[in-house]
């Protein structure tokens, strides 16, 4: 009897293992691999259920240029490249995952006009939002 009960609760796993991973592979298959012509790789998707959680939600959004732009929402940039991990080392790509984004720069002398310094809106990675 305990045999038995201990090969049904086996199985009763495997089947919950197999339902959970066939429920997984079904919703990022439907889910859009690009934006543009950004590739959108997982862990950030576009859609709900196509990302790893909010921080990896792209969206992808038609700015006037007619062109869809891939943006993160929860830190207001642009996306203009997504590398995951190579461990192979291919040309740009490492073993570490890069995201390129558009943002300004601070700069200060780089024009004759004035030597004021000059700043832009600074990234927050901490995860918390500042006030407009």
Known sequence: MKCALLLWSH????????????????????????????SIPYPFGIGKGCYLNEWFAIQCNNFTSGELVPYLPKINKEVVKIFLPDPEYSGERSIYGSLGIKTNITSMGCSNSSDQLKFGDPLNFTGTTRPP
């Open 11 to 38: 199985l009763s796993l495997l089947l919950v293992l197999i339902l959970v991973s066939a429920d997984l592979t079904a919703s990022t298959s439907s889910c859009p691999s690009h934006c543009g012509n950004i």
